[in-house]
């Protein structure tokens, strides 16, 4: 009876998280039903989108933001970013470069 309790609240999670996605991505808003498949592609497809938005607006804005960060951290004493993002950075680059900001 413990692990028939555990599916069901375990599907009840996944039901509520797969809610939540609809609400916020997109081209789920507007449907009325949809399959868990079709929620994780919409899904998939949008996060790529917003990486390239974010991946957009680095190149653009980055390499001057970034060398303002990292003079900050020099004078607060924190370890240098080691920043070499430019618009001419690689997708892949850009992403790790964010990444590894973020785990600061």
Do not use: W
Request: aromatic share 4%; with cysteine; glycine share 6%.
């Amino acid at each position: 009876q413990r692990n028939k309790g555990n599916k069901k609240l375990m599907k009840m999670s996944v039901e509520i998280e797969l809610r939540k996605l609809e609400k916020i991505v997109p081209g789920l808003k507007s449907k009325e039903e949809v399959e868990m498949d079709e929620v994780l592609s919409l899904t998939v497809a949008y996060i790529g989108e917003l990486q390239n938005h974010l991946v957009g607006r680095v190149r653009t804005h980055g390499e001057k933001y970034f060398r303002k960060l990292n003079s900050n951290s020099n004078n607060s004493n924190n370890s240098k970013l080691g920043c070499a993002i430019s618009e001419k950075s690689s997708k892949e680059e850009i992403i790790r470069f964010l990444h590894k900001i973020s785990q600061k």
